[in-house]
């Protein structure tokens, strides 16, 4: 089975587990910030449906992409901010859809096997360091830029194969054909690219304009 190669200095170590959730004295803050009042936007976003509603809108049209997959979290590279929601499986006992601000990642955990064991770290907004399994997620929101989104030259129609690559059409979601592999070796080289995966993930990809006719 083919695996998705992670930098090595995306990994950490796993006693980075126990690091305490102290927020950073040097962290620096808005000069409006009063610790005394501030009410954060996840406890706002807990709350106030009103203000989910439209602080979601706001960070969609920012940019911000729900994950198809929590999974998909793994292919980020650290210094990448994200947000997300629990799925009330945690040890924690926090309910279903609870929403956090997250952060920036900060390194990942991919030696368990089974993929029971995962888990990412992260910089919280206020400096402090935060682990989190992946089986605890129920959705990750990360910030796309239009560069970002995979493009992919149209088959060519004179070079038809056996082994298709397909991915579902951001608009219509209708699954079509972006690569003809040569052999079921090269199809699997092609979907085990990390272009592949973020296509996927996002569930954004486009066309080279070149092959737009």
């Given at each position: 089975?083919?695996?998705?190669?992670?930098?090595?200095a995306d990994?950490?170590?796993?006693?980075?587990?126990m690091?305490?959730?102290?927020?950073?004295k040097?962290?620096?803050?808005d000069?409006?910030?009063?610790?005394d009042?501030y009410?954060s936007?996840?406890?706002?976003?807990n709350?106030?449906?009103k203000?989910?509603k439209?602080y979601?809108?706001?960070i969609?049209?920012?940019?911000?992409?729900a994950?198809?997959?929590?999974?998909?979290?793994l292919?980020?590279?650290?210094g990448?901010?994200f947000?997300?929601?629990?799925?009330?499986?945690?040890?924690?006992?926090?309910?279903?859809?609870?929403?956090r601000s997250?952060g920036?990642?900060?390194?990942?955990?991919?030696?368990d096997?089974?993929?029971?064991?995962?888990y990412?770290?992260y910089?919280?907004?206020n400096?402090?360091?935060?682990?989190?399994?992946?089986n605890?997620?129920?959705?990750v929101?990360?910030?796309?830029s239009?560069?970002?989104?995979?493009?992919?030259?149209?088959?060519?129609l004179n070079?038809?194969?056996?082994?298709?690559?397909?991915?579902?059409?951001?608009e219509?979601?209708?699954?079509v054909?972006v690569y003809y592999a040569k052999d079921?070796?090269?199809?699997r080289?092609f979907?085990?690219?990390?272009?592949?995966k973020k296509a996927?993930?996002?569930?954004?990809?486009?066309?080279?304009v070149?092959?737009?006719?």
């Amino acid at each position: 089975m083919n695996k998705l190669l992670i930098p090595k200095a995306d990994y950490i170590r796993n006693d980075l587990q126990m690091y305490p959730h102290i927020p950073d004295k040097h962290t620096k803050h808005d000069t409006r910030y009063n610790p005394d009042t501030y009410i954060s936007i996840q406890t706002k976003v807990n709350n106030d449906s009103k203000f989910e509603k439209n602080y979601i809108s706001k960070i969609v049209a920012d940019g911000w992409v729900a994950l198809k997959n929590v999974n998909d979290i793994l292919l980020f590279p650290k210094g990448r901010s994200f947000k997300y929601r629990l799925n009330g499986n945690s040890l924690s006992g926090i309910s279903e859809g609870t929403f956090r601000s997250g952060g920036w990642l900060l390194g990942k955990n991919m030696e368990d096997k089974d993929n029971k064991e995962k888990y990412i770290m992260y910089k919280g907004y206020n400096g402090a360091i935060f682990s989190l399994q992946i089986n605890d997620i129920l959705e990750v929101y990360i910030k796309s830029s239009k560069k970002e989104i995979p493009v992919f030259k149209k088959p060519d129609l004179n070079f038809i194969t056996n082994y298709p690559v397909y991915l579902p059409d951001p608009e219509t979601n209708k699954q079509v054909v972006v690569y003809y592999a040569k052999d079921e070796y090269n199809r699997r080289r092609f979907m085990n690219s990390l272009k592949y995966k973020k296509a996927q993930a996002f569930s954004m990809w486009t066309w080279s304009v070149v092959f737009n006719d």
